[in-house]
């Protein structure tokens, strides 16, 4: 880039896309400070007295925040119960805080690429953050290659005399990259076309990670022919994945 030579075009942050990744922040950031505080409350739990730890020890996190909602603590804040009931209330701000934000992503992504939404496996998640890696101006995505670079689900080839095999790409966008997987392991369960390729490749020996690698790819370059406005040619895709 100092020398000049560097082709590519930034993203330009001035579209539907950018409006998306910024609500996604806002979600992003919720949704770590509930983690936190459900760590807290456990945390708090913990050191309560025993009839509180005895009845609480072992709850998920759903079961523990309900159990909680339904409980009558005295209005005492040296009552560990009410302490704990107090970060209780801070969780189901955040959670709805999530879900106000989940109502308002949802709508902006279906708008944005509704063909996208309706892929197997894909959904206002991880289609919003595939579209915020992609960016508003897609044409600088020359393409389906230039996608995978990005989402770094491009093949790393890893030659050893004479096997030929490919190394996982750790480069490109990472929560791009983890959308992928995410999309995969739902195709893995649910779609009965991955769930045959999967046990063909299984039969011919192929590793569960090179599988998964495998299909990275395959759902990038569907990805990238179901993304808006993209009018560079391609390929037939392959009858695999």
Known sequence: MLSGRAGGIPKSRNGIAEAIRAL?????????????????????????????????????????????????PSGELNDPACAIRIALRRYQQLDEEIKDADKEIGPLVTQAAPKLVALPGVGPETAGQLLTSAGDNLDRLRSEASFAHLCGSAPVPAPSGRTHRHHLNRGGDRAANNALHTIVLVRMKYDQRTQEYVARRTAEGMAKKDIVRCLKRFVALEIYRHLPHVTHPTKPLPQTA
Do not use: C, H
């Open 24 to 72: 996604r922040v806002v979600r992003k950031s919720a949704v770590k400070a509930r983690t936190q505080t459900i760590n807290q409350i456990r945390t708090l739990i913990v050191t309560a007295p025993s009839a509180v730890r005895d009845k609480l020890r072992g709850l998920s996190a759903r079961e523990l925040v309900d159990t909680l909602a339904r409980s009558r």
